[in-house]
């Protein structure tokens, strides 16, 4: 088997629990992938950017958890725009059946294994 593909997360921390419920996913013994967050209660504490940064570098692509509370999360805008300036593979997942925001930039999809599967099948 290929080496796991290493796949950032960002997400609104309203959103927590479906990162959770994604990260499930990469569980399962023949997962070829393992997700990594770097979810924190203050955002902005030192070097978190740092930080992220260097995840992100090591990451071999970013997967964004859309939805209306997007549009208002500081850090995870500075995460997309972050995963774009290295240069990673994007792809957005709207985490609500009814909620389609959108945002500039990421090309979103609903959420389904086989979209998942897809996007990381592309790294």
Known sequence: MADKKIVFIAFAMEDERQRDFLKGQSLHPRAPYEFIDMSVKE????GWKVKVRTRIRRSDGVIVLVSKNSLTSEGQAWEIQCAKEEGKPVRGIWVYKDDR?????????TWTDANVAAFIDSL
């Open 101 to 109: 925001t959108t945002l500039s930039g990421v090309n979103t999809v």
């Open 43 to 46: 955002r902005y504490e030192s």
